[in-house]
């Protein structure tokens, strides 16, 4: 008989399907909806093939990819943006894995067994974003790993056996411009370059993930956990339970945020410079270095913009000494000012908390105050005639003669209780 006509949905999922001779079908095992494509749990030991080429999310995580090598992708991905392999025992990846994937954003290595990171592992993948490493067994970190990684926000490094904080990635700024959070939380860490730390930009210390590591405890690293909590970081509010430090004296970890005046350390917080302003004013924040030869510097606001070239943009102004300049005050401008500076050997970062009332200086409250202030030195003054008129005795009463002259009166005393009017 004569075919079923197609129903107007039935019709529009087979015009939009990708999957027909022209992009290739779906590999087996594999659930494809439109540019995704899902083989997670599928029992896979090597990528499936071939790969429909506008395939924009490869799922292949919770299988058995042990081996990533440079053919897993034959043909040029242009599309892909998130290639996800966790859970797969992954324990080899080629330096030329991802040479036909440029454009991805987000690549998840998490919970495999990679043991290093080569020299230029990742150096092909110029618009990733996000890579997550955590859960692995990585304990070294080649200082070209992440080479040419411009736009790469967030690391994930946690949960290895990685014993040496990897400074020389955060050092000179350059070759991760974009890094906004690093986590290197329960690894093998014995101790922190705590200065070169407190010289990171401010948008990167302050999602900086550092618990559950083996940490030795000292004052710095105090202030820098006390610091995070007073301005209420989320590295450091939501595990400060884990936060633990080394003391010799001590036979078990005991809380980093535990060492304010305890023995042998007795360590105390460092105080930030505060400044105070109110509604509608102009504050200039200075930005005092001692550094020698300043190459730059620049500020990071509270809601983590970064004010960077002289004249600013809005209400905030960089001026050439450095200061930064905050015009028309609002009560979103209050908090901690951070301004970043870069020297030729060594960097050093500067704290001001601005506090804004929020009430302006000449505002509605001073005149009230002004006008309460005249009311109270009036009523006074009333009050005052009218004790001087009613209360003082009278001086008559007491004459016995009605051709006896008055004595003469002194009005010194009460013209100076009459003259002690308030200063308006």
């Known amino acids: 008989g004569a075919p079923l006509p197609l129903t107007p949905l039935l019709l529009a999922l087979a015009l939009l399907a990708p999957w027909g001779s022209a992009g290739g079908s779906c590999p087996p095992r594999c659930v494809c909806a439109s540019n995704i494509l899902s083989c997670s749990q599928a029992m896979l030991s090597s990528v499936p093939a071939p790969l429909p080429r506008f395939t924009a999310v490869l799922d292949l995580s919770h299988n058995n990819v042990s081996r990533l090598r440079a053919d897993w992708a034959p043909g040029r991905l242009a599309h892909l943006h998130a290639l996800l392999l966790s859970h797969n025992g992954l324990s080899f990846v080629s330096t030329e894995a991802f040479t036909h994937v440029p454009h991805l954003r987000h690549l998840d290595l998490s919970s495999n067994r990679l043991r290093a990171l080569e020299e230029n592992l990742f150096s092909d993948l110029a618009e990733l974003e996000v890579l997550l490493l955590y859960n692995n067994e990585i304990s070294a970190v080649d200082r070209t790993a992440f080479d040419n990684l411009s736009r790469l926000r967030k690391l994930y490094l946690g949960q290895n056996r990685i014993a040496r904080f990897p400074l020389e990635l955060l050092r000179d700024g350059s070759r991760l411009p974009q890094l906004a959070l690093l986590d290197l939380s329960a690894n093998r860490l014995r101790s922190l370059p705590v200065g070169e730390l407190q010289a990171l930009p401010a948008w990167l210390r302050d999602r900086l993930y550092l618990h559950g590591n083996p940490l ?31 003391l010799p004296t001590a036979p078990a970890p005991v809380g980093i945020l535990a060492l304010a005046g305890r023995q042998p350390l007795n360590c105390s917080e460092a105080r930030e410079a505060v400044l105070e302003a109110h509604l509608g004013d102009t504050v200039t924040l200075s930005c005092d270095t001692r ?3 300043v190459r730059s ?7 983590g913009e970064r004010v960077l070239e002289e004249g600013g943009n809005g209400s905030a102004a960089l001026l ?24 030729p050997l060594l960097n050093e970062t500067l704290y001001v908390e601005l506090l804004v009332h929020n009430f302006t200086l000449h505002g509605p409250h001073d005149t009230l105050n002004t006008a309460y202030t005249t009311l109270v030195g009036c009523i006074l003054s009333v009050v005052l005639v009218l004790i001087y008129l009613y209360l003082t005795p009278c001086r008559c009463c007491c004459c016995r003669g009605a051709d006896k002259p008055p004595a003469p009166r002194d009005d010194s005393i009460n013209s100076s209780v009459l003259s002690a009017t308030p200063n308006h």
């Open 216 to 246: 030795a405890c000292d004052c710095p690293l105090f202030q820098l956990v006390a610091r995070g909590r007073r301005r209420r970081l989320s590295a450091v509010m939501d595990f400060q339970e884990e936060l633990r430090c080394l």
């Open 291 to 293: 550094l020698r030869g």
């Open 297 to 303: 510097r620049h500020w990071v606001t509270p809601g």
């Open 320 to 343: 050439a000494n450095g200061s930064l300049q905050l015009r028309a005050l609002r009560p979103e401008d209050a908090g901690t000012y951070a301004c970043w500076v870069a020297g």
